[in-house]
């Protein structure tokens, strides 16, 4: 019997587990990642049954304790992957097929996530009011050349907090806070929104720069409406000025720490990392794949070339509570210093 795809409205129904059936709790739409579940039933004749938990994942874990019907999370963002290693409700997978295949500095060095994609967060910039080159750093963000000419989203989205932790991994958290207070003065708006809605706003003229993950350039390209935005702009990939490469987080999977169907969850996360499904999974989201062995999407090789940043995750991970105090301390998201 294949369960179908439901809601978490809908989810207070355990999930029965069948010794060839797997059960997946997924931040990700169901449609996206259907294509990799129907590839990974026909290759082995395990069924997958899949809950869209796109809020209070880690809470619904918690709250079913071992009798949890989940084998398996796919989450984006550190952050999250983390926050349910911290909370117990991950384990570790000890698998050579995957420490193989994953780079080192994209798992937990514990084994309790992997990750399968990775997007870097870069800058769109205006085609016509911000030449090439014209900024290369994550530091020249604060660069007071920039004043009124930066948008970007909350500074307490967990996007904004993994770059600031990436900022004080690499130059400190006095340098950090410092350059936090300058991309502050060159805001042309206060933050809101989405990283869409800051393309939007260059399109609209609102402001020259913004911070944004790589995909959405891929899902601005496919909606009509939003089109427009995306060939307003061009992806700048920033590094850091200590080690010239960019910051990348991730979308990654975990073993619950229930998991009714353990070999099978074994099964699907070593499938996960093998260059078919990397191919698959990282075309449909228009992301980067994690393993070496497979390569982007034509359409995101296009965007260009760049090194991602090569320190653990986990590291960066580490300062997101430290980072959300300095993003209160400094106030990001109040009145800015040029539009505000």
């Known amino acids: 019997m294949r369960l179908p795809v439901f809601a978490l409205a809908a989810t207070a129904m355990a999930v029965p587990a069948y010794a060839e059936e797997l059960n997946v709790y997924s931040y990700r739409q169901p449609e996206l990642i259907q294509p990799l579940l129907d ?4 290759e082995t004749g395990i069924t997958t049954n899949v809950a869209y938990v796109d809020k209070g994942l880690v809470e619904r874990l918690k ?190 999977v975990a073993m619950t720490a229930s998991a009714p169907n353990r070999d099978n969850a074994v099964a699907f996360m070593e499938y996960l990392a093998s260059p078919e499904a990397q191919n698959i999974y990282a075309s449909v989201v228009y992301e980067y794949p994690a393993s070496p062995a497979a390569a982007p999407s034509e359409l995101v090789a296009s965007w260009g070339k760049f090194t991602p940043d090569d320190t653990n995750l986990a590291a960066i991970a580490d300062h997101r509570a430290e980072a959300l105090k300095m993003v209160e301390r400094v106030d990001f998201d109040g009145g800015n210093g040029s539009g505000g």
């Open 39 to 42: 590839a990974f039933t026909e």
């Open 63 to 252: 709250a079913e304790g071992r009798r949890s019907p989940a084998d398996i999370i796919l989450t984006v963002d550190i952050s999250r992957l983390t926050e349910a290693k911290d909370a117990g409700v991950t384990q570790a997978v000890e698998s050579e097929t995957l420490n193989g295949r994953i780079p080192v500095s994209i798992r937990d060095p514990e084994g309790h996530w992997f990750g399968l994609t990775t997007r870097a967060r870069i800058i769109y910039a205006s085609k016509e009011r911000v030449a090439e080159g014209e900024i290369t750093t994550y530091e020249d963000l604060a660069d007071p050349k920039w004043a009124g000419r930066i948008c970007t989203r909350s500074g307490t989205h967990v996007y904004t907090l993994g770059l600031l932790s990436a900022v004080i991994e690499h130059n400190g958290a006095e340098a950090a806070e410092t350059w936090l207070k300058g991309v502050k003065a060159n805001l042309a708006k206060d933050p809101e929104g989405n990283d869409r809605a800051q393309v939007k706003s260059i399109w609209a003229g609102e402001c020259d720069i913004s911070l944004g993950n790589t995909y959405y350039m891929g899902a601005m390209l496919e909606d009509d409406e939003q089109t427009e935005w995306a060939n307003s702009v061009r992806i700048e990939f920033p590094t850091f000025a200590d080690n010239g490469m960019t910051h990348i987080n991730i979308s990654g």
